[in-house]
């Protein structure tokens, strides 16, 4: 991504990527909570596609994974597969803060 967007934005960009998507966490914690995986579907979905664009691929295959379990009807694997999500999603958030702190030039 550094090599298609100017580098005095990527920090710009990081900053909102983690604010989307720490409000996403929350709306997919509804889901499970009010178990509508049509919900958690969709927002897995928007959460793996918006961390595969920052290079988050981690993170994205893990969102991808639930989407495809959620797609397949099968409830109990995406519902496991969304117990490791928060952990994995704050651990790339710090790294991503880390490497917002190093500076892209």
């Known amino acids: 991504m550094i090599k298609d967007t100017c580098a005095e934005i990527i920090p710009t960009l990081?900053?909102?990527?983690i604010e989307e998507s720490r409000e996403r966490m929350q709306k997919i914690e509804r889901?499970?909570?009010?178990h509508d995986l049509?919900?958690?579907?969709?927002?897995v979905h928007t959460l793996g596609s918006?961390?595969?664009?920052?290079?988050?691929?981690?993170?994205?295959?893990?969102?991808r994974s639930?989407?495809?379990?959620?797609?397949?009807?099968?409830?109990?694997q995406a519902l496991e597969l969304c117990a490791a999500l928060p952990l994995l999603a704050e651990r790339s958030f710090?790294?991503?803060?880390?490497r917002k702190a190093q500076g892209f030039e």
């Open 94 to 98: 710090e790294a991503l803060n880390l």
């Open 31 to 34: 889901a499970l909570g009010e």
């Open 66 to 76: 639930i989407e495809k379990h959620c797609v397949e009807g099968k409830t109990q």
């Open 38 to 43: 049509e919900k958690l579907e969709f927002e």
């Open 14 to 17: 990081i900053e909102h990527y």
């Open 50 to 63: 918006s961390a595969l664009a920052l290079g988050n691929r981690p993170l994205s295959r893990q969102a």
